[in-house]
Nanobody, 121 residues
């Protein structure tokens, strides 16, 4: 599975941005998917995860209530809708595919190239 993330950009604090991650390969629907992010000088951290069916989702406490992860298996795409953005959300965002939507990045087999989100104050 190859992953291609897109949708990053510059947004003002309080604004919204939507990310997409398109997957190649017919096995996309069998994978759990997740979004991670890495801010400058910080370790990569889990943001949100979703199981293969889309019926269960998981969020980091820092984004709960502001971000929404979803997927469309027919389009081989996973999404991250980000609302009420703050400068602390500035990071490179990565999509990842694995067996379950856990918070440990080493559990994921496939990674997208990352897309930069910059939130200005």
């Amino acid at each position: 599975v190859q992953l291609q993330a897109s949708g990053g950009g510059l947004v003002q604090a309080g604004g919204s941005l939507g990310l997409s991650c398109a997957a190649s390969g017919r096995t996309f629907s069998s994978y759990a998917m997740a979004w991670f992010r890495q801010a400058p000088g910080k370790e990569r951290e889990f943001v949100a995860g979703i199981i293969w069916s889309g019926y269960s989702t998981y969020y980091a406490d820092s984004v709960k209530g502001r971000f929404t992860i979803s997927r469309n298996n027919a389009k081989n795409t996973v999404y991250l809708q980000m609302n009420s953005l703050t400068p602390e959300d500035t990071a490179v965002y990565y999509c990842a595919g694995g067996r379950s939507p856990v918070q440990k990045d080493y559990e994921y087999d496939y990674w997208g190239q990352g897309t930069l989100v910059t939130v200005s104050s």
